[in-house]
T-cell receptor
Framework: SQKIEQNSEALNIQEGKTATLTCNYT??????LQWYRQDPGRGPVFLLLIRENEKEKRKERLKVTFDTTLKQSLFHITASQPADSATYLCALNMDSNYQLIWGAGTKLIIKP | ETGVTQSPTHLIKTRGQQVTLRCSSQ?????VSWYQQALGQGPQFIFQYYREEENGRGNFPPRFSGLQFPNYSSELNVNALELDDSALYLCASSPADSYTGELFFGEGSRLTVL
C-alpha cells in the first residue's frame, strides 16, 4: 500500500541545535517533494521544494535532502530558535498535477 | 498582493445540514484546490478547479461539490453533513505559470458538526 510516514511523536530540541525531521514514503514515485510549516489553527506555509533529480536544497537555515533510492527526505533546521516550533508537513507531487499527498506532520518543539 | 482568504473562519452545523465555504484566491492565481484536514492528520485532497472546471478529485463522495467563478474565487459545498465532516477545510491557490505544485494556503474554515 502507499503511505507517507513522518515521526508521529513530537521532537524536542534545545535552542541553537540542529533539528532533523524525516519523511519516508512507500510505493510512490514523486516528481517533487515539498515541506510546509503549520502553526496551530492556521493553514500550511510553503518552505522548500526539491525535485527528484536534486539531492539537496538550501534556504537560509533550512536544508532538505531527497534520496529516491531510500525513498526518504530529511528536513534540517540549523541554529534552531523557539520561533521554529511548529508542525512540519511533507507532501509529494506525482507530476505537474497540483494534487499533493501529505504526511501527518511532525511537531517540533524548540526549548530555550 | 492579497493572499488567499477564506470565510467563515469558524462555523457549527448539525448533522444533515448543508454548508458553503468560500475562498478568494491570491492575485494572479487561476487554480484553486480544497483540502480537508482532520485533527492531527495531514490535509486530504478534495478537488481542484482550473478556469472554472473541476480538474481532479480525491476520494470524497458526491455530496462534496464545488464551484470556481470567473474571478477564480471558489466555493466548497457539503450536503447532508456527517459528524466525520468536522475538520479544518483549507483552500489553496497556485499561480498560472507554476508546474511544481507549490500551494499558497488560506487560514482555513473550522467546521464542527454536532
Amino acid at each position: 500500500s502507499q503511505k507517507i510516514e513522518q515521526n508521529s511523536e513530537a521532537l524536542n530540541i534545545q535552542e541553537g541545535k540542529t533539528a532533523t525531521l524525516t519523511c519516508n514514503y512507500t510505493n510512490y514515485s514523486p516528481a517533487y517533494l515539498q515541506w510546509y510549516r503549520q502553526d496551530p489553527g492556521r493553514g500550511p506555509v510553503f518552505l522548500l521544494l526539491i525535485r527528484e533529480n536534486e539531492k539537496e536544497k538550501r534556504k537560509e537555515r533550512l536544508k532538505v535532502t531527497f534520496d529516491t533510492t531510500l525513498k526518504q527526505s530529511l528536513f534540517h533546521i540549523t541554529a534552531s530558535q523557539p520561533a521554529d516550533s511548529a508542525t512540519y508537513l511533507c507532501a509529494l507531487n506525482m507530476d505537474s498535477n497540483y494534487q499533493l499527498i501529505w504526511g501527518a506532520g511532525t511537531k517540533l518543539i524548540i526549548k530555550p | 498582493e492579497t493572499g488567499v482568504t477564506q470565510s467563515p473562519t469558524h462555523l457549527i452545523k448539525t448533522r444533515g445540514q448543508q454548508v458553503t465555504l468560500r475562498c478568494s484566491s491570491q492575485s494572479g492565481h487561476n487554480t484553486v484546490s480544497w483540502y480537508q484536514q482532520a485533527l492531527g492528520q495531514g490535509p486530504q485532497f478534495i478537488f481542484q478547479y482550473y478556469r472554472e472546471e473541476e480538474n481532479g478529485r480525491g476520494n470524497f463522495p458526491p455530496r462534496f461539490s464545488g464551484l470556481q467563478f470567473p474571478n477564480y474565487s471558489s466555493e466548497l459545498n457539503v450536503n447532508a453533513l456527517e459528524l466525520d465532516d468536522s475538520a479544518l477545510y483549507l483552500c489553496a491557490s497556485s499561480p498560472a505559470d507554476s508546474y511544481t505544485g507549490e500551494l499558497f494556503f488560506g487560514e482555513g474554515s473550522r467546521l464542527t458538526v454536532l
